[in-house]
């Protein structure tokens, strides 16, 4: 299993080819905020998402749909439910799916510091 780290995720901003996929519900998002640059897709609408075709994709969420190949990382709250994401894209054909395993949680307590 692949797993992206902190640093990583960091530095996605000079990374647009790569997704980061937030898959806690709007109102957690609301109540903690975000990772710049990730797009919120919850985990219920993830698979269902996922099999959108690339125009739909891109009217719901503002950027192409990744290719099966494209670098695709999961975080969650506490990176439960991106380890799911993650298995789930894996099973859809997304190759290079991987999760941040620290998820939101560790982003804001080094965000922090």
Known sequence: MSVATYEEVLDLPNHPEKLLVDVRNPNEIADTGKIPTSVNIPFTQLEESLQLDDAQFKDKFGRSKPTRDADI?????????????????????????????????????????
């Open 73 to 113: 990382i999961f975080h969650c709250g506490k990176g439960g439910r991106a380890q799911k994401a993650t298995d789930l894209a894996l099973t859809l054909g997304y190759r290079n799916a991987r999760t941040y395993k620290g998820s939101y949680m560790e982003w804001a307590v080094k965000q922090s510091n």
